[in-house]
C-alpha cells in the first residue's frame, strides 16, 4: 500500500487546520490524497469514518472520486452512487453549483 511520510500530509486537504492535519492517520493520509487511487473498500472505509465522526471531509472525498478522471470507472460510478444516496437519505448535503466550480 502506498504510504506518504508525515512531512507530506500538510498538502492533502487544503482547508484543515495544522493541528487536524496533525491528527490524521497513515489510513487517513491514504484515503484522503487526491493521488490516490481507491477502491471500492476504500469508499466503505471514508463513510465508516464520516458516520463514526460526523466530519464532512470524508463525504466531500466521495464526491470528488466521483468526479475524478483518474479513478476507474466503477470506483467512480459506486462513489457517485454512494453520495448520492446519501444525500437522497438527508444523511449529507449536496454539493452546490457554486462549490463545483
Request: proline share 4%.
Amino acid at each position: 500500500m502506498f504510504k506518504l511520510k508525515a512531512r507530506d500530509k500538510w498538502n492533502l486537504v487544503p482547508y484543515l487546520t495544522e493541528e487536524e492535519k496533525k491528527t490524521l492517520s497513515d489510513k487517513e493520509v491514504y484515503l484522503l490524497n487526491p493521488d490516490t487511487k481507491l477502491n471500492a473498500c476504500n469508499l466503505d472505509t471514508l463513510w465508516s469514518l464520516f458516520h463514526a465522526t460526523d466530519d464532512q471531509v470524508y463525504p466531500a472525498r466521495v464526491y470528488a472520486v466521483s468526479q475524478d478522471e483518474n479513478q476507474h470507472v466503477i470506483v467512480k460510478k459506486t462513489a457517485n452512487w454512494s453520495y448520492q444516496s446519501h444525500v437522497k437519505g438527508g444523511m449529507v448535503p449536496a454539493v452546490s453549483e457554486e462549490k463545483q466550480s
